[in-house]
C-alpha cells in the first residue's frame, strides 16, 4: 500500500515537472555577430539604415516605435540621416493625430514614431533589451561579454526560425519557429528574403535582413550605448589611475613609519 502511494507520488511529481519543463521551453537563441558587441563595439551606420528601411516597409504596419523620436534618425551615433531626409522620413510615411487640429497630419521630426497598429502586436521600441540573454554562467553575465547581451539575437534568431509548418488552435493560425518559447508563434514570417532592395546593392538574403532589423532595433532600445560605453571606459581608465596612486601615497607615508617600527 505504501510503496504504491509512494510510486503514484513519484509519477505524478514526474509528470508535473515534464508538463512545466515543456510549458517553460526556451527556443534556441543563435549567437549571430553584430558590430556592437564588446566594450569597445559600435553600431555600423550602415546597417542602421538598412534596418530602418526594413522596419518601414515591413515591420512598421503592425509594430511602433513609441519610444523612438523621429528626430533621433540623424543622430551621428544612430542611422545619420542629414535633416532634410529625417523631415521627408517623416511625413511620407507616418501620420500623426494632432489634438489641436483635432485631425491627423503628417509626422514631424519632433513627433515620435506612431504606436503599434497591430492588434496584439508587441511595441518595438525596447524589444531588444526586453528580450536579453546569455546571462550565465550563473547569473554573472559574463557570457554577455563573449556572445553579446542576447536581444538582437534572439530578434534575429526569430526571424530566421520559422521552419514553414503551421497548424490551427482555436481558430488562430500558428506557425512553428524554433526560437520562440514554446515553439509555436501567431505571427506570420514576415521576412523571406528579398524583401527590400538596397540602394548600395547590399546583401538581402533572410539571415542579413534579419540582423539589419535587429541591430536597428538594438538601436532603438540603446541609442546611447557608444557615449555609455566611452564613458565606462574613461571611468574604468581613472580608478584604474587613482588607485595606483592611491597605492603609491600609501607606499610613500606608511613606508618609513614601517621601517622605525622593525
Known amino acids: 500500500m505504501f510503496k504504491t502511494i509512494a510510486l503514484s507520488a513519484a509519477l505524478a511529481l514526474g509528470l ?3 508538463g512545466a519543463h515543456a510549458a517553460g521551453a526556451e527556443g534556441h537563441v543563435e549567437d549571430f555577430d553584430f558590430s556592437f558587441e ?12 538598412r534596418g530602418l528601411k526594413i522596419y518601414t516597409q515591413v ?18 551615433s544612430g542611422p545619420g540621416l542629414p535633416e532634410d531626409q529625417v523631415r521627408a522620413y517623416a511625413e511620407q510615411n507616418f501620420e500623426v493625430f494632432d489634438e489641436e487640429l483635432d485631425d491627423f497630419r503628417p509626422a514631424r521630426p519632433t513627433d515620435n514614431f506612431p504606436a503599434n497598429n497591430g492588434v496584439g502586436a508587441p511595441d518595438l521600441s525596447l524589444m531588444a ?21 542576447g536581444g538582437p539575437e534572439y530578434i534575429a534568431s526569430l526571424l530566421t526560425g520559422y521552419t514553414g509548418e503551421d497548424r490551427e488552435q482555436a481558430g488562430t493560425i500558428l506557425y ?6 514554446g515553439g509555436w508563434i501567431s505571427m506570420a514570417p514576415p521576412l523571406y528574403g528579398e524583401d527590400v532592395e538596397f540602394d548600395d546593392g547590399h546583401e ?9 532589423v535587429a541591430a536597428f532595433l538594438m538601436w532603438t532600445a540603446e541609442p546611447k550605448m557608444m557615449a555609455r560605453k566611452q ?3 574613461v571611468g574604468v581608465l581613472f580608478l584604474t589611475v587613482l588607485s595606483v596612486l592611491l597605492y603609491l601615497t600609501n607606499k610613500r607615508i606608511w613606508a618609513p613609519i614601517k621601517r622605525k617600527g622593525h
Do not use: W
Open 176 to 181: 512553428e519557429n524554433t526560437a520562440f518559447p
Open 204 to 212: 538581402n538574403d533572410l539571415e542579413s535582413e534579419a540582423k539589419d
Open 129 to 149: 533589451k526586453a528580450r536579453a540573454g546569455f546571462h550565465g554562467p550563473y547569473g554573472t553575465g559574463i557570457n554577455q561579454f563573449m556572445k553579446g547581451i
Open 38 to 49: 564588446g566594450p569597445f563595439g559600435t553600431y555600423d551606420q550602415n546597417q542602421l539604415q
Open 59 to 76: 515591420c512598421a504596419g503592425c509594430h511602433g516605435l513609441k519610444f523612438v523620436p523621429i528626430r533621433s534618425l540623424s543622430a551621428e
Open 16 to 18: 508535473g515537472a515534464t
Open 231 to 233: 564613458a565606462g571606459f
